[in-house]
C-alpha cells in the first residue's frame, strides 16, 4: 500500500536556528484533509503539522507532499531537501508555492500550482505509472462535489474545540499587495450551499459545537451569507471566519451572522491612513469609517479581530503611534500587525521591484517582521523599530488588560472573553521571542 506523508513545516524563531513549537494549534488548515479524501482507496496518508509535530526523517513514505504557509516556506525547502536526499519523492503546493513556483520547483520534484482538486487526482495517478510531471496547473472553475474532509486526519492531533469547514475561494477586490489577488484575480467561488451544511454536520457528529468557515471574503456575495446563516442557525453552532469589514454595512445581513452563531470575525482593516490604502489598491476601504464600523460589530456581539499593516507610502512614526491609540480607543480585543511585504509574485512586489524601491531580493527576510522596502515617509530600519514597538505597546499586560478584561462588551460572553484573553497571552509570548505572532 503506498503511502503519502502531508508535511505543514513550521516557522524559525528569531535566532534563524531554533522552531517555534506549540503545545495545541487551535485553527488546524484545512488543504491535508481535503486532499487526503481525494486519494484512492489503497494510498495510506499522514500529516504532520510540525508547529506541534515532530518529523520523522526516516519514515517510508512513498510521496512527501509539502504545503507551508507564508514565512514557514523556506523550513519547507530544508524538509525538502532532506527528503530527497535520503531518495524520497517531494512535491510541494500551496499559496505561497503558486505565487512562487520557479522557485520551489528548485526543492521539489512536483509542484502543484493553484488550487489541487484536479491536479492532485491527476499527479497520484502519473507517479504510480512512473510518470510524475514537474509542474501541475489545472485551473478549478467551481466547488462543487467536494468530498468530505478526512477530519481523523485532524482530531487525531492536539487542535481547539474549533474544525475547518470551506465556505469559498478567492475574493473580487484585487489590492496590490495580497497573495490571494494575485492567485484570484477578483475572482469568488463559493461552494453549494448543501455542501457546506453537509461539512458543517460532519463537524457537529464529531462531537465539536463550533467550527470555522475557511473563506477568503465570506461578505462578497451577501445572498449566499444570508442563506448560509439562514440554514446554519438551527444547528445552534457557534462559528467564525474573515471577512471584510463590509459587514457592519449590511444590518439585516449582520443579525443572521450573529443568530447563526457568528462570533468571531477576522477583518482587514489595513490602516488607520487613507493614502496608503489608496496606493494598495484599496481606496473602497475607507479609514474614517473604521471606528464606527467596529463599535456596530461589537455591539451586536461580535468579537473582532483586526488585520493591520504598517509601512505603507502614508505612513510616518506618528502614524504608527496613533495606530495604537486606535487599537486602544476601540478596546480591540484581537488585533495583528504585519510590515507591509512585497510578497514576490504579487503586483506589489513587480512595481517595487521595477521602481529600485526593493531593500533586499533575499526572499527569506521577507517575513514581514522587517522591513525589506523604501516606504515614502519613514526610513525601513526606523519601520522595523516601530513595528516591534507597536506590538510590545499592545501585547503588554496594560493593554491587555485594557482591551480584554476591561472590555465590557465581551463580558457579555465570558467565553469568548476568555479566548479573546488567552489569544493574547499566546500573542505576548512570540511577540516577547520576536518572531510575528500570528500562529494559534
Known sequence: MPKILFIQP?????????LCKQKVIHLPGLAFALLAAYLPPHWEPEVLLEVVDDIDFECDADIIAIGAMGHALFRGFEIAAEFRRRGRTVVMGGYMVSIAAEEAAKHADAVVIGDAEISFPRLLADFERGELQPVYDDEVTELDALPVP???LLTSKPIGNMLPVQAGRGCPHSCSFCSIACLYRGKYMARPLDDILRDIKAVRALGFRRFYLIDDNLVSNPGFLGDLCDAVAPLKMKWATQCSVNLAKNPELLRKVVRSGGELMSIGIESINQEGLDRLDKAWLKVDEHERNID?????GVVVSTEMIVGTDGDTEESIRDTYDFIQRNR????RFYILTPIPGTDLYHEMKQAGRLVTDEWKLF???RCVHRPEKIAPKRLTEMYWWLNEQVF???SIFHRVIGNRRLWRNPRMLAFSLVVNLHYRRY???RVPPNIF
Open 150 to 152: 478526512r477530519y481523523d
Open 296 to 300: 456596530i460589530l461589537s455591539q451586536a
Open 332 to 335: 480591540v480585543p484581537i488585533p
Open 367 to 369: 517575513d514581514g517582521t
Open 10 to 18: 513550521t516557522q524559525y524563531g528569531a535566532d534563524g536556528v531554533t
Open 431 to 433: 511577540v516577547r521571542k
Open 396 to 398: 503588554s499586560w496594560r
